[in-house]
């Protein structure tokens, strides 16, 4: 092999180029014959004119190079500002935002069968009877607790308040609430809690017996977990419980508006209470109708899940139609227990007739 | 010119045993498809193809068409560098 070699580096150097050019080309045509066949296998399998079309659909799909439009020439924010019209409530919604709002509207979601409900509720709300109305009431309470211990917090306050429909919908309750004077104390102390206040009184009560509600230093609201939950002790729990639920006992007495309620109240919530009222002070004397009063005050903090329901709930009817058949009932009713003389004697010191009058007369049929 | 022949048939039997040749192939086709080599051919053969129609093409055919083209449409810098390679293995064997 030196043998060989030794000649080509040496002074022939003319046939040292003619080497090295020739193995040159024929690694060129090498390459060259490598394309023909791959072309032409391309031919005979029929795929080599495939990505070439006709010069019009060519110019039809040309690639658009302008400002303001994408690639096919489209303008791409058309959809930006489409608004579609919601088949339900008629309102023009954005179309990002209509799936959403058909959810609520609707009321199929997840979420919003209870607000659906809620508003249902509340536009029947002159038609049904108080109970019905209540139970209702409790239902969504319980749904709404419910799906709110599930939820993660942020969910939660997100619910409370930033949706635009819960609000509204609250709004609108209160304003049935309206008519009762009880509802706006509540609701000033209910405006010291931060992230609850847009809840009514009704809820934030359904939600302290189902969860454990402490609030938080750090985001102020409340904890969602059961009233076992292990980050918050019982102490905190009762604390919590007198910050929302306390000051709304002592200002029971204070609104003459409030008592007048109660005796408006649904009647087996009524003998419930004249029970009690009876167990309290067993032998009711006109002397202490006030403390009878505030006897039946402090049961009322002392069973809040059984009390404070219906009472709360008899508020909401109190300016629908509660008035007259209460109205009709009590005279009804008095006409029963006219016999009774303390009776007597206690509605005229109470100076609320009509009202003490079924209290008196179902403490009367209790007495039967 | 036997010894002529059997010199080239030594030197060729030396790249293809140590592997050269191959690679030299290889950075050959890369080179080539990098500047486009590839698909000026390529579109000449279409033209070709369209020329004879589509199912008269032979090998044959491109490759008479497409050779002396290719070979002159290789670049400057990539005829350059092969040369240089082939070069510098011929004087490294050639020492030996």
């Given at each position: 092999m030196k043998m060989e070699d030794m000649p080509l580096s040496g002074p022939d150097n003319t046939k040292l180029e003619a080497l090295v050019h020739d193995i040159y080309s024929?690694?060129?045509?090498?390459?060259?014959?490598?394309?023909?066949?791959?072309?032409?296998?391309?031919v005979k399998q029929g795929y080599f004119f495939l990505d070439e079309t006709?010069?019009?659909?060519?110019?039809?799909?040309?690639?658009?190079?302008?400002?303001?439009?994408?690639?096919f020439g489209q303008v791409y924010n058309q959809w930006k500002n489409k608004e579609c019209e919601c088949p339900n409530c008629k309102r023009l919604i954005a179309a990002s935002r209509f799936a959403p709002h058909l959810e609520k509207c609707l009321g199929m979601g997840r979420n919003s069968s209870r607000i659906a409900n809620r508003r249902l509720a509340s536009n029947n709300n002159m038609s049904k009877s108080e109970s019905d109305q209540e139970d209702n009431d409790d239902l969504n309470d319980n749904d709404w607790s419910y799906g709110a211990e599930k939820k993660a917090k942020k969910r939660k306050s997100d619910k409370n308040q930033n949706s635009p429909r819960r609000s509204k919908s609250l709004k609108h309750k209160n304003g049935e609430l309206g008519s009762s004077v009880s509802s706006e104390p509540y609701k000033y102390n209910f405006n010291t809690g931060i992230s609850y206040e847009t809840l009514g009184p009704d809820?934030?009560?359904?939600?302290?017996?189902?969860?454990?509600?402490?609030?938080?230093?750090h985001t102020k609201k409340m904890c969602t977990r059961s009233q076992r939950c292990?980050?918050?002790?019982?102490?905190?729990?009762?604390?919590?419980?007198?910050?929302?639920?306390?000051?709304?006992?002592?200002?029971?007495?204070?609104?003459?508006?409030?008592?007048?309620?109660?005796?408006?109240?649904?009647?087996?919530g009524q003998t419930l209470m004249s029970r009690l009222q009876w167990e309290d002070s067993p032998d009711i004397s006109p002397t202490d109708s006030a403390s009878s009063k505030a006897s039946t005050n402090h049961a009322d903090s002392r069973r809040p899940k059984k009390k404070k329901r219906p009472s709360l709930g008899l508020n909401s009817a109190g300016g629908g139609g509660g008035g007259?058949?209460?109205?009709?009932?009590?005279?009804?009713?008095?006409?029963g227990s006219s016999s009774s003389q303390s009776n007597i004697s206690l509605?005229?010191?109470?100076?609320?007739?009509?009202l003490s009058a079924p209290s008196i007369s179902s403490i009367y049929d209790e007495l039967n | 010119m036997s010894?002529?022949?059997?010199?080239?048939?030594?030197?060729?039997?030396?790249?293809?045993e140590m592997g050269e040749r191959e690679r030299l192939k290889e950075l050959l086709r890369a080179k080539l498809v990098e500047c486009g080599w590839k698909d000026q051919l390529k579109a000449h053969c279409k033209d070709v193809i369209r020329e004879k129609g589509l199912e008269h093409v032979t090998v044959e055919d491109l490759v008479t068409e497409v050779t002396p083209k290719g070979r002159a449409l290789v670049p400057d810098s990539v005829k350059k560098e092969l040369l240089q390679r082939i070069r510098a293995f011929l004087a490294q064997h050639a020492t030996l």
């Amino acid at each position: 092999m030196k043998m060989e070699d030794m000649p080509l580096s040496g002074p022939d150097n003319t046939k040292l180029e003619a080497l090295v050019h020739d193995i040159y080309s024929e690694l060129v045509e090498d390459a060259c014959l490598g394309l023909c066949f791959e072309v032409h296998r391309a031919v005979k399998q029929g795929y080599f004119f495939l990505d070439e079309t006709d010069q019009e659909s060519m110019k039809e799909f040309e690639i658009v190079d302008q400002p303001g439009v994408d690639i096919f020439g489209q303008v791409y924010n058309q959809w930006k500002n489409k608004e579609c019209e919601c088949p339900n409530c008629k309102r023009l919604i954005a179309a990002s935002r209509f799936a959403p709002h058909l959810e609520k509207c609707l009321g199929m979601g997840r979420n919003s069968s209870r607000i659906a409900n809620r508003r249902l509720a509340s536009n029947n709300n002159m038609s049904k009877s108080e109970s019905d109305q209540e139970d209702n009431d409790d239902l969504n309470d319980n749904d709404w607790s419910y799906g709110a211990e599930k939820k993660a917090k942020k969910r939660k306050s997100d619910k409370n308040q930033n949706s635009p429909r819960r609000s509204k919908s609250l709004k609108h309750k209160n304003g049935e609430l309206g008519s009762s004077v009880s509802s706006e104390p509540y609701k000033y102390n209910f405006n010291t809690g931060i992230s609850y206040e847009t809840l009514g009184p009704d809820e934030v009560r359904s939600l302290l017996t189902t969860q454990c509600g402490v609030i938080s230093e750090h985001t102020k609201k409340m904890c969602t977990r059961s009233q076992r939950c292990p980050q918050h002790t019982d102490e905190q729990r009762r604390a919590v419980r007198v910050f929302l639920l306390g000051p709304s006992a002592p200002a029971l007495p204070d609104a003459d508006a409030v008592v007048e309620n109660d005796g408006f109240d649904i009647p087996d919530g009524q003998t419930l209470m004249s029970r009690l009222q009876w167990e309290d002070s067993p032998d009711i004397s006109p002397t202490d109708s006030a403390s009878s009063k505030a006897s039946t005050n402090h049961a009322d903090s002392r069973r809040p899940k059984k009390k404070k329901r219906p009472s709360l709930g008899l508020n909401s009817a109190g300016g629908g139609g509660g008035g007259g058949g209460v109205g009709g009932g009590s005279s009804s009713l008095t006409g029963g227990s006219s016999s009774s003389q303390s009776n007597i004697s206690l509605s005229t010191k109470k100076k609320r007739p009509k009202l003490s009058a079924p209290s008196i007369s179902s403490i009367y049929d209790e007495l039967n | 010119m036997s010894k002529d022949s059997q010199m080239r048939a030594a030197i060729n039997q030396k790249l293809i045993e140590m592997g050269e040749r191959e690679r030299l192939k290889e950075l050959l086709r890369a080179k080539l498809v990098e500047c486009g080599w590839k698909d000026q051919l390529k579109a000449h053969c279409k033209d070709v193809i369209r020329e004879k129609g589509l199912e008269h093409v032979t090998v044959e055919d491109l490759v008479t068409e497409v050779t002396p083209k290719g070979r002159a449409l290789v670049p400057d810098s990539v005829k350059k560098e092969l040369l240089q390679r082939i070069r510098a293995f011929l004087a490294q064997h050639a020492t030996l």
